[in-house]
T-cell receptor, first 115, second 112 residues
């Protein structure tokens, strides 16, 4: 069990640029989640997938954000036309279905800085 | 978005002391979880609780799912320097199989 991995770990971009982050969940986990965490706060839910289907999106996920999980394995989160307010840690988590499904395991996160 | 209330916000303790922190909500939760987060890293799952009244241990950590289902408690016994970090509670609301709602965090610092 290699755990959840995220790439890149850090991203610095200029305002107005597009960025894309990748998440690889634990291999046998069907569910994959994206959260955003700003300094001094707990993570906030953005969206989640069950297999390849995106089943819920938060109101935090503006039109500039899009997430995909095309084959039900890894996922990507894209932010278009980045704004300074997008600066945050973007966390990915995964969980299994059924018993223990409440247990979400997080990756190390991608720290985004928009200048 | 909604966040759970954690207390205390921060605490300084001496190595070897026991630590208690709690998490409260105005809503009922079906699942409570406790995570620890180190700077620049993702949260690490410590304990998961699924039933009201449940008491679960993981080494020196013990957590309880409150009877009212609106609170949870975490105790750390005989603290050591590596316990330093931010502890978050998180819960799942009934009818949601997905998102976790996180607390505001308790920052723990351990002095020798």
């Amino acid at each position: 069990d290699t755990g959840v991995s995220q790439d890149p770990r850090h991203k610095i971009t200029k305002r107005g640029q597009n960025v894309t982050f990748r998440c690889d969940p634990i291999s046998e986990h069907n569910r994959l989640y994206w959260y955003r965490q700003t300094l001094g706060q707990g993570p906030e839910f953005l969206t989640y997938f069950q297999n390849e289907a995106q089943l819920e999106k938060s109101r935090l996920l503006s039109d500039r954000f899009s997430a995909e999980r095309p084959k039900g394995s890894f996922s990507t989160l894209e932010i278009q036309r980045t704004e300074q307010g997008d600066s945050a840690m973007y966390l990915c988590a995964s969980s299994r279905l059924g018993q223990g499904s409440g247990e979400q395991y997080f990756g190390p996160g991608t720290r985004l800085t928009v200048t | 978005g909604q966040q759970l209330n954690q207390s205390p916000q921060s605490m300084f303790i001496q190595e070897g002391e026991d630590v208690s922190m709690n998490c409260t909500s105005s809503s009922i939760f079906n699942t409570w979880l406790w995570y620890k987060q180190d700077p620049g890293e993702g949260p690490v799952l410590l304990i998961a609780l699924y039933k009201a009244g449940e008491l679960t241990s993981n080494g020196r950590l013990t957590a309880q799912f409150g009877i009212t289902r609106k609170d949870s408690f975490l105790n750390i016994s005989a603290s050591i320097p590596s316990d330093v970090g931010i502890y978050f509670c998180a819960g799942q609301l009934p009818g949601t199989a997905s998102k976790l709602t996180f607390g505001t965090g308790t920052r723990l610092q351990v002095t020798l």
